[in-house]
């Protein structure tokens, strides 16, 4: 008889012995062992210090791998840097994609993307975190096909519908508006990663949309 196996959260596994991955999504299938450790511990040195303040030999050590193990897969740290930038802001630009197609209201699309963002938050901190803190630096760095996935383009027509249903206010500036609806979306996020907040995203969900939405219409 097939012994039993544990599954990530404690409980008992089917007996069809599958182990759940607890590979994040910026680890390819195909992707050896040095590399998988190096792109973990260079997300989260980046998030924790900042590119500048990493150094290729705080990575490797954070890896457990050496200098040479990080060179034979990125050039060195800038090509790092972007790798991840581009997977974490395409995983994130698919996030919010899925959350804005259809024809729906305004406030329906709202509360979908709300609702995304905060599994996102709860699920990949780290990676949301980098692509705001870093999106003004590399943004111009990356290919055009990351480009063509643009969030604030998104994000601008969804508050274009909402200033149509008149749910945002229109006396405002729609730029304003933008800027302030993303600052308050990172701000959740750096507040969540600092333990500020004694929850996660997905727990403070309803009162959070409800300020994004008396944000939007004043």
Known sequence: MASSTWDL???????????VSAE??????????????????????FVRDGIASTSIRNIAAESGY??????????GKDELA??????????????VERALRGERPFRHKLHALLDELA?????????????????????PKVSPAVRRRSIVRMLRVLLEQGRLERAVAREQS???QLNAFIGM??????ALYFGELPSSARDVLPEFEALCLKMLAS
């Open 24 to 45: 994040p999504f910026f680890v390819r299938e195909d992707d050896p062992p040095a590399k998988r450790e190096i792109l973990k511990a260079a997300l989260s040195a």
């Open 185 to 190: 979306v990172a701000q959740l996020g750096r």
């Open 9 to 19: 959260t404690g409980g008992l596994a089917s007996a069809n012995y599958q182990l």
């Open 119 to 139: 599994s996102f938050l709860d699920q990949d901190l780290e990676a949301f975190l980098f692509v705001q803190e870093e999106l003004r630096r590399l943004w």
């Open 174 to 176: 729609l730029e304003l």
């Open 66 to 75: 050496t200098n040479p193990a990080l060179f034979k897969h990125f050039a």
């Open 82 to 95: 972007l790798y991840l930038f581009e997977r974490c802001f395409e995983q994130l630009s698919r996030h």
